[in-house]
């Protein structure tokens, strides 16, 4: 088994930041990618930031320059620092991985996701 624990997730004002934690834990040989999705009230769940294991980032355009994804790989824990929070970051957050147990075989798993609102 392999659970994803999500933190970090509240109410800001906007213009504030906060900083989503993520870990792994289980039967992990390797993780080689994690990230965050996010879903707003009525909208499809996209993808906010993901990093693979060797440090490569990708971010949505509307995030850029604002959050950053970090990972820490000893730990199987992924951080989404958020600043200039906007109220159209409202939302529930999802955090993702990709892991690879000792067979070699990759599973996708998914946080229960935390909710982030923004206030205007």
């Known amino acids: 088994q392999v659970q994803l624990v999500e933190s970090g997730g509240g109410l800001v004002q906007a213009g504030g930041s906060l900083r989503l934690s993520c870990a792994a834990s289980?039967?992990?040989?390797?993780?080689?990618?994690m990230g965050w999705y996010r879903q707003a009230p009525g909208k499809q769940r996209e993808l906010v930031a993901i990093i693979s294991s060797g440090g490569s980032t990708n971010y949505a355009d509307s995030v850029k320059g604002r959050f950053t994804i970090s990972r820490d790989n000893a730990k199987n824990t992924v951080y989404l620092q958020m600043n200039s929070l906007k109220p159209e970051d409202t939302a529930v957050y999802y955090c993702?991985?990709?892991?690879?147990?000792?067979?070699?075989?990759?599973?996708?798993?998914w946080g229960q996701g935390t909710q982030v609102t923004v206030s205007s």
């Open positions: 289980g039967s992990i040989f390797s993780i080689s990618a």
């Open positions: 993702f991985a990709n892991v690879v147990d000792y067979s070699g075989s990759h599973y996708d798993y």
